[in-house]
C-alpha cells in the first residue's frame, strides 16, 4: 500500500518550533561533525567513538533515530494508523 499525502511536506507551513527532545536539550553542545567524520571516516557508531575517547553523547545535540517521529503530529499518525487499517 503507497500512502499519499494530500500536501506535500514542502507547502506545509511551520508555525511553531519543533519539540525540544527534553527540558534544557537546547543546553547540550552542538557536536563538531566534520571533525570526527575527518578523523574517523564512518561514524555509525559514534556512541562507542565517545565512550572510547572517555565522552559520551548525552552532552550533545545528537540526533536519535526516533527524532524521526517527532516530524509528525500525533493527528497526522492516527490518520496514517487509520488508513493503514
Known amino acids: 500500500m503507497v500512502l499519499r499525502f ?9 508555525t511553531q518550533q ?4 527534553f527540558e534544557e536539550y537546547d543546553r547540550l553542545e ?6 570526527y567524520r575527518k578523523k574517523y571516516g564512518d561514524i555509525q ?12 553523547p548525552n552532552r550533545y545535540k545528537v540526533s536519535k ?3 524521526v517521529l517527532m516530524l ?3 493527528e497526522e499518525i492516527y490518520r496514517l494508523f487509520r488508513q493503514l487499517g
Open 6 to 14: 494530500r500536501e506535500s511536506p514542502a507547502e506545509r507551513e511551520i
Open 18 to 21: 519543533p519539540p525540544s527532545q
Open 30 to 35: 552542538e557536536f563538531d561533525w566534520q571533525r
Open 45 to 56: 557508531r559514534l556512541d562507542r567513538i565517545l565512550q572510547a575517547e572517555n565522552d559520551t
Open 65 to 67: 533515530q526516533a527524532d
Open 72 to 74: 509528525f503530529s500525533l
